[in-house]
């Protein structure tokens, strides 16, 4: 009886928690886009933020999605050469990349590496009284540090998904040509025979939305964070988990309605 | 600012009362300080003196009761309005609370770069002066993580200093600094006071901090300023519950909150 008691409470704490977070997390989207129309801008900061997101995430995403297109390249391959269509295994990861593998590789490597540091600086600096200062130095802590994070965030995502869509299909060329012995020339134009633009541009704006999505969702957890060098662990890791699992659930329903 | 109707007063708190997790912090506490006159609140741990001093500079906002700084109620006012207010204002944080992302000279300039057109040069300057005020020129480049206690705090001021505020606020000014330090940091606050004609309100719990840099002393207990008076008056009070504090014994009306 207990037990049962204990964990619909459990739940019923779980759910409660998601709908506050989802309605803060709501409510820092509205504020933030009323600022980003009101000067002063801050080219400066988003600059230095579209640096943090974008460049330096772009050693690992490229080196991830090389090895996801390999992966893919052997497992098309010897999938299909059970039934003698190895042909299609060019197909399949172009498809695949490009369409899936490359917007969420991108989305779940800049989560964690790129959110992570947003969540850990934001929450530093709200546990340390940083926040507070600003607001007293007559400076909106919304605009000064979510702001420039979320345009960044929106930017920076497709870019480098553009990155990993090239970096995956080689990938994917690499294992099959030089292990799988399929003809350079071949695959190259059985690559490209599958490449639609409106795949690729598919893949890219659903990556727009993700990179919203981290930015949105680390920003929050930055500002919630409380209680000291704990707190800002506890939020950290939040908000990964939180950000991965959006960008892993909002994929399907992007993908449906996209 | 404006300046009519404020009847001398440069700070006004009337009636405030502050509920924060179901616990009355303040309730019912008035303050008023005069334009240019060294108030400084006592109290003991815990009893309400930072809430009281944020809501001077609107960082939170009272559950009853009107907070007017300089004629001007900021009780009800937006925050974008309340901005306005604040750049009259200075805050010195109890840990400094300087941002740890930039450099020295970016957190002394930080409100000259956010809020006026100065050139580059004029900036530099004024943060070379300000430096100087405070005793530490020179010391632009260095980075916050890489000055002791004592430094924070005086770059800290400089900071609240930079845009000449009229009002000025000391969270616990000495507090965590040896006794040389914290008598650095008086005489800079007294001698800085009345050079530049501030009003200022300083909390802190440390009697020799504030017999030294007050015109008048003032006690908050049980979430009410329960005697005010020059130093002197404060020291020799015969209200029991001041007695006790700047007698600092254990023995006494005041009960220890758990």
Known sequence: ?258 | MANENNDGLMIKLEGIHKFFGGKDVLKGLDLEVREGESVVVIGGSGSGKSVMLKHIIGLIKPDKGRVLINGIDITNLPERKINEVRRNIGMLFQEGALFDSMSVCENVSFSLAEHTNMKRKEISERVAHWLGEVGLAGIEDLRPSELSGGMRKRVALARALAYEPKIVLYDEPTTGLDPIMADVINSLIKELNEKLAVTSVTITHDLTSAVKIADRIAMLYDGKIIDSGTPEEIMNSDNAFVHQFVSGSSEGPIKIAD
């Open chain 1, 1 to 258: 009886m207990r037990l049962i008691r204990d964990s619909l409470s459990a739940v019923g704490r779980l759910v409660v928690n998601f709908f506050e977070d989802a309605g803060m997390a709501v409510t820092l989207w509205f504020k933030a886009t009323a600022l980003v129309f009101i000067p002063p801008w801050h080219f400066r900061i988003i600059f230095k933020q579209c640096e943090q997101i974008g460049l330096r995430s772009l050693p690992v995403v490229v080196v991830s999605a090389t090895f996801v297109g390999m992966v893919f390249g052997l497992h098309s391959f010897s999938g299909f050469s059970r039934f003698g269509a190895s042909g299609l295994a060019p197909t399949v990861v172009a498809l695949a990349i490009t369409k899936e593998m490359g917007p969420v590789i991108t989305a779940l490597m800049v989560a964690g590496r790129a959110g992570a540091a947003m969540t850990a600086e934001i929450g530093s600096m709200k546990v340390t009284e940083q926040i507070e200062a600003l607001r007293t130095l007559a400076t909106n802590p919304i605009k000064y540090l979510a702001v420039p994070r979320l345009i960044a965030g929106t930017l920076m995502l497709p870019v480098l998904t553009i990155f990993a869509d090239a970096f995956g299909l080689f990938g994917g060329y690499l294992v099959s040509t030089s292990m799988m012995g399929m003809s350079s020339q071949i695959y190259i134009s059985a690559t490209w025979d599958a490449l639609y633009a409106s795949d690729i541009f598919g893949g890219l704006l659903k990556a727009t939305f993700f990179g919203f999505f981290i930015a949105l969702i680390c920003t929050h957890y930055g500002f919630k964070t409380k209680g000291g060098a704990e707190g800002v662990g506890l939020s950290t890791t939040k908000s990964v988990v939180v950000s991965s699992m959006t960008v892993l659930i909002s994929d399907f329903f992007l993908t449906r309605l996209l």
